[in-house]
């Protein structure tokens, strides 16, 4: 959705897209069910975001939209087994900082939860996660996610162009509104 909403939106001159900081991390020698992977990954997640709306406060670009956001780690680190509590003892902010962090948050469900049949799993789609894992993880995030003042959830569909063209609409009405010309 991201590239999409890159390369069809006029929106583009004032906007900017940051991949999730789990690109980066891949080649990190830790291991990601780790304390020290999860502390890295929110660090480098923030760092990145803040780095880049830095550099980018004078250049009239006012919206930083993100694949991840900072407390998506939490439920990963949730569905390891690990008590939500814990993330944020071990990582710092809290739920409420990592709110603050996000003007809005858009939760665009997996079709392994409402349309299982049309979830794709790697090698035909890029999330290793089966089906179950895929629904779990869908639901800590909701949960996470759930209280923020502007979170919108698209619901999983079998129409994956259908689902991107809603996404990019959602951006970018939320754009006008949190950021008024």
């Not at 780095?51 to 006012?62: E, H, N, R, V, W």
Request: charged share 25%; aromatic share 8%.
């Amino acid at each position: 959705m991201l590239r999409r909403l890159q390369a069809e939106t006029a929106d583009r001159a004032t906007m900017v897209v940051l991949e999730e900081a789990i690109r980066a991390m891949r080649f990190v020698r830790l291991d990601p069910r780790g304390r020290e992977f999860q502390r890295a990954h929110v660090a480098t997640q923030a760092a990145t975001e803040d780095s880049l709306a830095q550099a980018l406060a004078y250049t009239g670009k006012k919206l930083l939209v993100t694949h991840r956001g900072t407390l998506d780690p939490c439920a990963f680190w949730h569905s390891f087994g690990n008590l939500r509590e814990s993330f944020f003892e071990m990582t710092g902010p809290t739920l409420e900082d990592q709110y603050r962090r996000h003007a809005f948050v858009l939760h665009m469900e997996s079709a392994a939860v409402r349309v299982p049949e049309a979830y794709a799993r790697w090698p035909h789609g890029h999330r290793p996660e089966d089906v179950a894992q895929a629904a779990r993880l869908d639901t800590l995030l909701d949960e996470l996610w759930c209280q923020h003042p502007h979170y919108v959830k698209l619901d999983g569909t079998p129409d994956f162009e259908d689902k991107l063209r809603r996404g990019v609409e959602v951006v970018l009405a939320q754009a006008r509104q949190l950021s008024p010309a």
